[in-house]
Structure formats: C-alpha cells, structure tokens
C-alpha cells in the first residue's frame, strides 16, 4: 500500500468516526467526538511532518513543536474510559454485568476511540522520533528511542495537566506564562507515578506494536 493512500485510509477512518460521534452519541458522551477530535491532531500533524525533511528549514521545527503540543491529546483519550462508570454498568453489589445494548455500544465506540488515537498516535510517534533522528543524528540511529521515551515522558505529564487541572494544549500557545505558572505547582511524587505509569504503558503498546510488524515480517 502506499503511504499516501494509507495517509487518506486514517484521514477517512478518523474523520467518519468523529461524524458519528457527534450526530449519534449524546450527553454525557457527547464529549467523545470532541476529544477523539484532538487525538486526531498530532496524527494528522505528523503526516505533514513528512513533508519537511530538511533540519534547516524553520517549518520543520515549528511543526515539531506544534505536534508535541498535541501529541498529549492521543494517549490522553485512554483515560476517557474511567466515564464508562457513569453506565452503574452491575446490576446489584454481586459485580453482574448489565445486557443493556446501549451501555455496551458506548463501552465498544469508546474503547475503539481510545485503542484508535493511542495506538495510531503511538506510530505517528515513532515515525517523527526516527525523522527527527534521521535529520539530526543520521549515524545514530539508536537515538530515535531516547525521542521516543523523551516524547512519552513530556506526554504523560500533558495527560496530567489534562485530566487533573483541566487545561487543554491551546492554552499553552495562548497564555504560555499563565499555563506555566499552573505547571510549576504540580510537581510531588503522586504526579511522578502518574507520569511513569502512563509512559509505561505507552511503551508497552509501543513494544507490542514493534513486536506485531516483526512477526508480520515471518509470515
């Protein structure tokens, strides 16, 4: 397949979801078209990345900048899953699961959501580290994980800022001072588990991606 088809492949899935969810999925769900929106984002970002492989040109860095502002926001719908809750998915204190179908078409097109921006923004990931290493480190190729897991890192801590002070990355472009002020107050070790948790689990993900397309590699 070709990239450029498999480029517009992503754009269409994402894009038909998004529509979906925001004709057919109402309050209190309704913020999932909203946000599975800007999980989309780095995705999209980081096919115009590509486009620039010259380290010296201005767009390249600016672009990289931009899509690590909103890099975040892919992981970050994995933990829209906790709002499965709202469901009171038992029947009684046994722990029986309910049968009701719309309970679990929300559970199902909110673990799509989740699984789509995290494991495609993983990839998006992937591929920016090794153009950034390819563009600044050509000799080093190794080094595409040190981005990696500098990436996962600087996402994890935009997954806290996110879900627990309720700021969104447009804040930072806008009110840079004020974003950091709120930033510089957050740091105790409960914040520092959060953080390694949620690059654990990016880097698991990560792995078993890797680990999928080698054994793809042996059929």
Same mark, same amino acid.
């Given at each position: ?22 004709? *057919? ?8 078209? *909203?946000?599975?929106?800007? @999980? ?7 096919? *115009? ?7 010296? #040109? ?15 926001? #892919? ?32 559970? #199902? ?19 920016? #580290? ?31 800022? @996110? ?36 690059? @654990? ?19």
């Amino acid at each position: 397949m070709k990239q450029s088809t498999f480029c517009w492949l992503i754009r269409l899935y994402f894009w038909s979801l998004i529509i979906l969810l925001a004709v *057919f999925v109402k309050p209190p769900y309704d913020f999932m078209a *909203f946000n599975t929106f800007l @999980g989309y984002l780095p995705i999209e970002l980081g096919i *115009f990345l590509r486009h620039f492989n010259d380290r010296r #040109a201005l767009a390249f860095w600016v672009l990289l900048v931009v899509w690590l502002l909103f890099y975040p926001n #892919a992981p970050y719908v994995s933990t829209d899953l906790f709002h499965l809750s709202w469901l009171h998915p038992h029947t009684n204190v046994t722990g029986i699961l309910k049968t009701d179908p719309v309970m679990w078409l929300i559970f #199902a097109m909110m673990l799509v959501c989740a699984l789509s921006c995290l494991i495609l923004g993983i990839i998006s990931l992937d591929h920016t #580290a090794r153009q950034l290493t390819q563009l600044t480190s050509p000799h080093h190729p190794r080094l595409k994980y040190c981005w990696v897991i500098l990436f996962m890192l600087t996402a994890s801590t935009g997954i806290y800022i @996110g879900r627990f002070l309720r700021l969104h990355s447009i804040y930072l472009l806008f009110t840079p001072s004020w974003f950091f002020k709120q930033l510089w107050g957050i740091w105790s070790w409960p914040t520092t588990e959060f953080i390694l948790i949620m690059t @654990g689990m990016q880097l698991i993900v990560y792995w078993l991606l890797k680990l999928t397309q080698q054994a793809t590699k042996m059929i």
